[in-house]
């Protein structure tokens, strides 16, 4: 046993990073299948996720049905990531994306580094609620989300 603070937990508990995901997405898998691809999805994020203190929640619809399954990544201050076109091998994905947000100083999602289902599953970045001057981070379209 060490001393030594695990630093993903500590910064995860310090900037409140969640991975959200949506466990009602079918993205064309036959209504019969259960889990649905979105709930497997949201299991192997969990177990990803365990032991770095990044919450993963379940919600139902992320409103990116036709392009799901879909997920949102968010931290304390950040802006929020939203993913669709995922699947349960972009488990790992997500909670890499969570630990560069969390390291992020100006709470945008970097591109350098940035997991490839997390480039190419990109719909849409929100700011955050304290978010009001023209000029702050993430302002001005950088063209890669
Ligand atoms: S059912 Fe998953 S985003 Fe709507």
Redesign the pocket.
Known sequence: MTDQPNTVASAAALNGATIFV??????GAEPAVEP?P?ARLAAAAAEAAHGTGIAVQP???????T????AAIRCSHSWTYVF?GLDIACAGALVAGACLLMEAKDGLLPWRGRPEPLKRGLIARVPPLDFHRAGGPGFACSGDG
């Open positions: 949506c466990i009602t997405c079918r993205a649905p979105g919600v139902r619809c992320l409103a990116n049905c392009r799901g399954p879909s669709g």
